[in-house]
């Protein structure tokens, strides 16, 4: 007698394997990792120079796509999350949702590849200091001040901290720029940008930002 439970339970395991089966054709999501991204100016035989150097936002030590933890990563060239090429340069000193892959090369052996989800580019011309954050506003109105109405989430890590001001001045940013970063906290993703807490004499806690990120479309065809 055929028990029914059993075949049940074999049907159910088809589809999950069949399910699994077909995920794995297709590339990874990329995570909600940041890179900050620099060129690579050294000149030597491409692919082995001229790509970029990519270091976690916030971290000191990043593994790189041999597995090798560093304090940067060299990475030949960047892609989408379908895998095709950017068509032009990220701009030095962008932050990048990413992830970095390994990849085989002619004559090269493997090297890193950068694939990107997501594009910001710095706006500013203040020195780059503190840590990377992303914050955003949560919605709260106060009737007296300090108001802590916004998020500051540090970027690669899980701490949180409510801050009750923002001030943008100290990024040197133009007048358009500082526009689209307002525009950018009030959004669901937020604003990422680098910069320092400090207290205030009425109780309060003000984000100066000495850098601001804002997203573009990335470079491809």
Not at 66 to 80: E, F, N
Not at 152 to 174: C, E, H, P, Q
Request: hydrophobic letters at 40%; a positive charge; charged letters at 20%.
């Amino acid at each position: 007698m055929i028990c029914r439970g059993c075949i049940l339970s074999l049907l159910a395991a088809t589809i999950v394997l069949a399910g699994g089966s077909s995920a794995a054709g297709s590339p990874p999501p990329v995570g909600p990792t940041y890179y900050l991204v620099q060129p690579d100016p050294r000149l030597c035989p491409s692919p082995l120079c001229g790509g970029y150097w990519a270091s976690l936002a916030n971290r000191g030590q990043t593994r790189c796509h041999d597995g090798l933890v560093r304090a940067r990563c060299y990475v030949a060239s960047t892609v989408d999350e379908d895998r095709h090429p950017l068509t032009a340069g990220i701009p030095d000193g962008a932050l990048l949702r990413a992830a970095i892959e390994s990849r085989s090369y002619e004559g090269f052996g493997k090297l890193g590849v950068l694939v990107v989800a997501d594009l910001y580019s710095p706006a500013g011309r203040a020195t780059a200091t503190g840590s990377f954050y992303r914050v955003v506003d949560t919605g709260i109105r106060c009737i007296r001040a300090p108001c802590f109405s916004l998020r500051a989430a540090r970027i690669n890590g899980s701490s949180r901290i409510t801050v009750s001001d923002l001030d943008l001045t100290a990024t040197r940013a133009t007048p358009d720029e500082l526009a689209r970063a307002e525009t950018a906290v009030h959004t669901k993703n937020g604003l990422l940008l680098r910069g320092r807490i400090a207290s205030t004499t009425e109780g309060g806690r003000i984000l100066r930002p000495s850098r601001i990120y804002l997203r573009i479309a990335l470079p491809r065809d």
